[in-house]
């Protein structure tokens, strides 16, 4: 699942590819086009630039930009950045114990079907770039 932290961060950085030509983009622009509170934008920024997606400036003539080109950013990357562990269901995550799986001698098709589907879910968002949004040439293809 993606998180809301994540989510944002996606509309954050689409945000800045529409406006990248206009060089660095004060945070309260953002913050109001995409409805989201300053602080949360801040440390939404903060994770990103840490990442090496944007570089930020503070000040009166302050924001942030991208410093990545939009081929090279993926929506997987930007959501491995705000959620490591992005599972779809926490049975994914090689630390759970799932008494179900146990006293079925680890089978379960729940959990099967869960981890194929987050295989395609990942390929998918792995295939994504920001360039594809703006530019709308996104194929939304249907998982296989």
């Known amino acids: 699942m993606i998180s809301t932290k994540g989510r ?4 954050v950085m689409l945000d800045l590819a529409e ?3 206009e060089g660095y983009i004060p945070l309260k622009d953002i913050a109001k086009r995409q409805a989201i509170s300053d ?7 903060s994770l990103l630039h840490k990442a090496g997606y944007v570089r ?3 000040g009166a003539q302050g924001g942030c930009r991208l410093v990545k080109n939009l081929h090279d950013i993926t929506l997987m990357d930007l959501i491995q ?6 599972m779809l269901s926490n049975c994914l ?3 759970f114990v799932c008494p179900y799986r146990e006293r079925n001698g ?3 098709g729940l959990h099967t079907s869960f981890g194929q589907l ?11 770039n920001l360039y594809d949004l703006v530019s709308g040439t996104c194929q939304h293809q249907k998982l296989k």
Do not use: P
């Not at 950045?81 to 992005?86: A, G, I, K, L, T």
């Open 8 to 11: 944002y961060a996606l509309r």
């Open 19 to 21: 406006h990248g030509n």
């Open 39 to 45: 602080k949360y934008l801040e440390q939404i920024v």
């Open 56 to 58: 930020s400036i503070r």
């Open 81 to 86: 950045v705000m959620d490591r562990e992005n």
């Open 93 to 95: 995550d090689e630390g």
């Open 106 to 108: 680890g089978d379960c």
């Open 118 to 128: 987050q295989e395609q879910l990942t390929a998918y968002f792995s295939g994504v």
